[in-house]
């Protein structure tokens, strides 16, 4: 069973800075990477950020510049650093997992956090 618990949301002035904080318990030794997605309430889910097992990064057009994925595999958390935070990144924003099917990652799995409330003001 996978457990994921996001924390470090809040209400910050736009131009400010988050750092939010994904645990992850379970079975989660193997995987195919961790994720950051947001969604609005009226919004299809949509990806933020995404660290591959290889270690390879991508980010969305929207936060490139401003937010910082990373982890920490030891005590298996993910983070995002979020700056210069605008207006529309006001979201709830969900820690997700891929976990293989099989042996490689060509089939993989997502499990989602509860996710945590980011509101960003004027």
């Known amino acids: 069973q996978v457990q994921l618990v996001e924390s470090g949301g809040g209400s910050v002035q736009a131009g400010g800075s988050l750092k939010l904080t994904c645990t992850a318990s379970?079975?989660?030794?193997?995987?195919?990477?961790m994720d950051w997605y947001r969604q609005g309430s009226t919004q299809a889910r949509e990806l933020v950020a995404r660290?591959?097992?290889?270690?390879?990064?991508t980010y969305a057009d929207f936060v490139k510049g401003r937010f910082t994925i990373s982890q920490d595999n030891t005590n298996n958390r993910l983070f995002l650093q979020m700056n210069s935070l605008q207006n529309d990144d006001t979201d709830v924003y969900y820690c997700?997992?891929?976990?293989?099917?099989?042996?490689?990652?060509?089939?993989?799995?997502?499990?989602y956090g509860q996710g945590t409330q980011v509101t960003v003001s004027s």
């Open positions: 997700a997992i891929r976990l293989p099917m099989g042996e490689g990652c060509n089939l993989s799995k997502i499990y």
């Open positions: 379970g079975t989660t030794s193997r995987r195919c990477g």
């Open positions: 660290i591959n097992s290889d270690g390879r990064i």
